[in-house]
């Protein structure tokens, strides 16, 4: 049977993309810590009719008719994740993470305010006050730093300069910190200044409901998440806080920054919180770790240095130019050609540039979303030495990526099924590969 029928006499072009890009997922091994494989459920869910309709408002209070199944839909999605976070309110409709964080701002700030997050070159978000982001050139940024030493957030530190700036929001949550977030130490800090106590748990959503890594929760008046990392949701995202900034984030987000929600992005979300909730999602937070630690032991032997020695979470920064001679880049582009897809990094205090830094970021939530282990995390550790000190050697990035399609064959990616691609030549020959990584 012919799989996306109607694509193939629609748009032959997308649809082809589309399978190619299926296959890229399945024939390598995605390191990325913000991706994942979202389930089929997930998928169904987001592509479903519900993109069809209009629903401005919030349930029971829209502004337009036939709300009939949305408003449950919603209702649905906000009852979940209200009950996973233990959070007085959570609203659904953001689009993203960064119109998620620019709703709460815009709720809790005036523009001139002082906000503190940790600052983008160590760690932090775009949107916690980076220069040329909304949240620098609206608000005064007063970024924190890591400790140089331990490279990891030094509580004591950020509590003086709170003091300094006095600073009326501070954001703790990253996109490249490996390791636990004491989140009371930041409610401290902000009760002694008096700073609203923002989280931004993106990265480790799923990691907090899987119960491996503590909650900010009822601890921070406000915060966000995305729902497409590892709680391995839609491409979306969602506020939390305290019942007192109930109102003012829901207007923040309608009227204030969006029109009309993504129904069928809501639906995937209440699908992915259900999920979330079955005793194996606890399992798959708990490998997400294991997978994280084994894989950091494989490469701390093969000598490289890792940021902050190691990880507590499914992430791990390490060093490439320092450790073993390549730019972050030159790493991240042989790995991909080898079957490794991960991103360069700036490490803490990089002395190269954000083109080319010098480390590399991967991470465990979507190998362990194919059921990899232990085991398979010293392969890929081995192999990702063997890449980076042979990174010229085409015969070795092509073994490698021929050992590393081997392996995926055995490791079934959530969401897809090979058999659908049987029509149009099945999985890609490694040679196919080559060419979708050496054209782009
Ligand atoms: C990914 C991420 C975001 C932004 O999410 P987008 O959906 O890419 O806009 C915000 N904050 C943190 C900490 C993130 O990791």
Redesign the pocket.
Known sequence: MTYLPALKKTDPQIRDLIIAEERRQWSKIRLIP?ENYASSAVLEASGSVLTNIYSEGYPGKRYYEGQQNTDQIETLAMERAQAAFGVDHVNVQP???????MAVYTAVLQPGDTIMGLALAQG?????GWKVNFSGRLYHSAPYELDPKTERLNYDQIWKLAKEVKPKLI?A???AYPRIIEWNRFREICDDVGAIFHA????ITGLILGGVHPSPFPMADTG???S??SLRGP???MMMCKAQYAQAIDKAIMPGLQGGPHNQTTAAIAVAFKEASLPAFKDYAAQIVKNAKALADQLNTHGFRLISGGTDNHLILFETFKSKGILGRDASRALDRAGMVANCNLVPFDTQTPMNPSGVRIGTPSVTSRGMKEAEMVKIGDWINAVLTNAKDEAVLDRIAGEIAELCESFPCPGMDPLNWAEDGGVPSLNAQKEMVMSH
């Open positions: 913000s689009y993203s993470g960064s119109p998620a964080n932090g978000h775009l949107t916690h954001v949550g990253y996109t931004d748990i993106s990265h966000i998440t995305t497409h990392k491409r979306g995202a």
